[in-house]
Antibody
Framework: QVQLQESGPGLVKPSETLSLTCTVSHGSISHYYWSWIRQPPGKGLEWIGYIDHSGSTTYNPSFKNRVVMSVDTSKNQFSLKLSSVTAADTAVYYC????????????WGQGTLVTVSS | DIQMTQSPSSVSASVGDRVTITCRASQGIRTWLAWYQQKPGKAPKLLIHAASSLQSGVPSRFSGSGSGTDFTLTISSLQPEDVATYYCQQAKSFPLTFGGGTKLEIK
């Protein structure tokens, strides 16, 4: 069964760029939609956006122009960059897979905590 | 954005009880609704999609219903392993949005 694993720094300084990568194993990155979803400590879930295997993206407008997602099909990976971070961006970040554009998340990574602090 | 409002925010029930959680959308979403279960320290797990379709492998005591703006998740006979926070999510339009969650505890 497909597995997703997030990787990246656990600590980012304010105003800098948060960068995470999700590696997909036991399955192809093709033919699916790949999301980033975050959860601040003790709070609910927030969808950041998603990307498909061709690189087409849909972002949550709440993140305005701070977010960029990319995909590397040769490595079976997709990535998130969130710029100009503040303490409010401290959260567990999950990568996730949707079977289709309007389908729910069927598979989730385990999540990685990113703390924004100087 | 479509706002998703869950109630109650927390509920405590006894083993064997029937538990119902509601989710209301700020505008009609037909049946573009999913329910997730999240246990402490874990990623969410999909329980229900398309408002009432049980995800493969999910116990049959879980069921979903509703369409338009009002939805319910029902656990027919609460088990100790059902202690978790439950979230609804709409997939009718972007941005995808989640309810605030319902924390379920055992009395």
């Amino acid at each position: 069964q497909v597995q997703l694993q997030e990787s990246g720094p656990g600590l980012v300084k304010p105003s800098e760029t948060l960068s995470l990568t999700c590696t997909v194993s036991h399955g192809s990155i093709s033919h699916y939609y790949w999301s980033w979803i975050r959860q601040p400590p003790g709070k609910g879930l927030e969808w950041i956006g998603y990307i498909d295997h061709s690189g087409s993206t849909t972002y949550n407008p709440s993140f305005k122009n701070r977010v960029v997602m990319s995909v590397d099909t040769s490595k079976n990976q997709f990535s998130l960059k969130l710029s100009s971070v503040t303490a409010a961006d401290t959260a567990v970040y999950y990568c996730a897979r949707h079977a289709g554009q309007w389908e729910p998340v069927g598979f989730w990574g385990q999540g990685t905590l990113v703390t924004v602090s100087s | 954005d479509i706002q998703m409002t869950q109630s109650p925010s927390s509920v405590s029930a006894s083993v064997g009880d029937r538990v119902t959680i509601t989710c209301r959308a700020s505008q009609g979403i037909r049946t573009w609704l999913a329910w997730y279960q999240q246990k402490p320290g874990k990623a969410p797990k999909l329980l229900i999609h398309a408002a009432s379709s049980l995800q493969s492998g999910v116990p049959s005591r879980f069921s979903g219903s509703g369409s338009g703006t009002d939805f319910t998740l029902t656990i027919s006979s609460l088990q100790p392993e059902d202690v978790a926070t439950y979230y609804c999510q709409q997939a009718k339009s972007f941005p995808l949005t989640f309810g605030g969650g319902t924390k379920l505890e055992i009395k």
